[in-house]
Each structure stands twice: as structure tokens, then as C-alpha cells.
């Protein structure tokens, strides 16, 4: 069973610029949920999807989005670019609520951004 | 306002002793409690979790704690192995659909 794919792996940017990440869930996964992680913040939640409707966003700037298509895969776009959103951006999936009720999240290796 | 804190940004452990990680939260509506490990380059992975009901929840070398009147958890792991060497997240799940975390706990195994 494939995990959670997410590409690029690793990008730069310049300040103003702006940046779309891509995560394909695991297979039959339909919750997508993003969260950006940085050294002095921590990981902290962006979105979070399912059946293509937003339906939970954390406190961020409306220069962050998000999408969900049909298929379940999901990006995350960045406008206007500042240093601070230098960060390693995570995608990952889960069925919903487990068996066990806890919302277990399995998570992509992440796309690393870094803004100059 | 931090609802998950993981106090201890790194702890040392030598192998084959027990390693503690604690983690405090304020928010009483949590209903799930998480582990998570990640290693560097990597994604977190999720380890344990506990409902807010239990006291206790074990799986193999890794045991979750939590005492509510505290609103304090703590993940053991006897014993500790060099492999274990990683970031340990601790996050709570108030609505089955986002998770909040602490800052992580950098734990070292020294073999």
C-alpha cells in the first residue's frame, strides 16, 4: 500500500513569489489535512479537507489555500511569499475516525521550502 | 495560547533504560491523545494513542499515560534502544479532524 506522495520534495523560492504543493493521499484515505512545521512553532495545522470541502482551517493568512479534487489529491498554495513561510510543509491523510475513534494521521515525508 | 506543551525540548537516555516524555495540554474537550516519532527527512509516525477515558493504553515497548486531573500524559519506553533516537510529538484530537501539537521532544539513546 503506497503512503502519503509529496512533491516537491524540496523547492526555493524569492519573497513574493508563489508556490503550489502536492500531495496524493493513501488509497481510499478521503481526509487530507496539512500542516506546516517550522524549528521555533513547531507543527501547526493549516487544512484540512474531505470530499473536497475545507472543513476545518487553522489560523493562518488567506496568502495560504487549499484544494481537494475528486480523487482525494490535494494542494496547498502560498502566495506572495514571505521569509517567514520558510518552513517543511506536511500533508497527510486518514479515513476519517479510526476504529479506535482517534483521528490517526499518516503523514508524507514533506516538501521543504525555502524563501529568499 | 500553546494547548499542547512538551516542556522538555530533549532528554538523554542510556540504552536499555526507560525513557519518560511528558506532555501537559489545557484544553479539557480533547477526547484522544497521540504519539508521534519522526526521524529527520521523514514524516511523523504515529506510535500510541489514548482515549480520554483510559488511564493506560500499551503496545509492546511503548506505554501511554494519562491522568486528566493533571491534564499531564507521558509515553515510556522500556527499554530504550539507539533505533528509538528520534522527535517525539505529542498531539490531541478534539474534533476527529485536526490535530494540535506540542513542540516535540528530542529524544537521544546512548548504546
Known amino acids: 500500500k503506497a503512503g502519503v506522495t509529496q512533491t516537491p520534495r524540496y523547492l526555493i523560492k524569492t519573497r513574493g513569489q508563489q508556490v503550489t504543493l502536492s500531495c496524493s493521499p493513501i488509497?481510499?484515505?478521503?481526509?487530507v489535512s496539512w500542516y506546516q512545521q517550522t524549528p521555533g512553532q513547531g507543527l501547526q495545522f493549516l487544512f484540512e479537507?474531505?470530499?473536497?470541502?475545507?472543513?476545518n482551517k487553522g489560523n493562518f493568512p488567506g496568502r495560504f489555500s487549499g484544494r481537494q479534487f475528486s480523487n482525494s489529491r490535494s494542494e496547498m498554495n502560498v502566495s506572495t511569499l514571505e521569509l517567514g513561510d520558510s518552513a517543511l510543509y506536511l500533508c497527510?491523510?486518514?479515513?476519517?475516525?479510526?476504529?479506535?475513534?482517534?483521528?490517526?494521521?499518516?503523514f508524507g515525508a514533506g516538501s521543504r521550502l525555502t524563501v529568499l | 495560547d500553546q494547548q499542547v506543551k512538551q516542556n522538555s525540548p530533549s532528554l538523554s537516555v542510556q540504552e536499555g533504560r526507560i525513557s519518560i516524555l511528558n506532555c501537559d495540554y489545557t484544553?479539557?474537550?480533547?477526547?484522544?491523545f497521540l504519539w508521534y516519532k519522526k526521524y529527520p527527512a521523514e514524516g511523523p509516525t504515529f506510535l500510541i494513542s489514548?482515549?480520554?477515558?483510559?488511564d493506560k493504553n500499551e503496545d509492546g515497548r511503548f506505554t501511554v499515560f494519562l491522568n486528566k486531573s493533571a491534564k499531564h500524559l507521558s509515553l515510556h519506553i522500556v527499554p530504550s534502544q539507539p533505533g528509538d533516537s528520534a522527535v517525539y510529538f505529542c498531539?490531541?484530537?478534539?474534533?476527529?479532524?485536526?490535530?494540535?501539537f506540542g513542540g516535540g521532544t528530542r529524544l537521544m539513546v546512548k548504546p
Open positions: 488509497s481510499g484515505h478521503r481526509s
Open positions: 479537507y474531505f470530499s473536497e470541502t475545507q472543513r
Open positions: 489514548i482515549s480520554s477515558i483510559k
Open positions: 498531539a490531541a484530537d478534539n474534533a476527529g479532524n485536526m490535530l494540535t
Open positions: 484544553n479539557s474537550m480533547f477526547d484522544y
Open positions: 497527510a491523510s486518514s479515513p476519517t475516525v479510526g476504529p479506535t475513534g482517534a483521528n490517526v494521521l499518516t
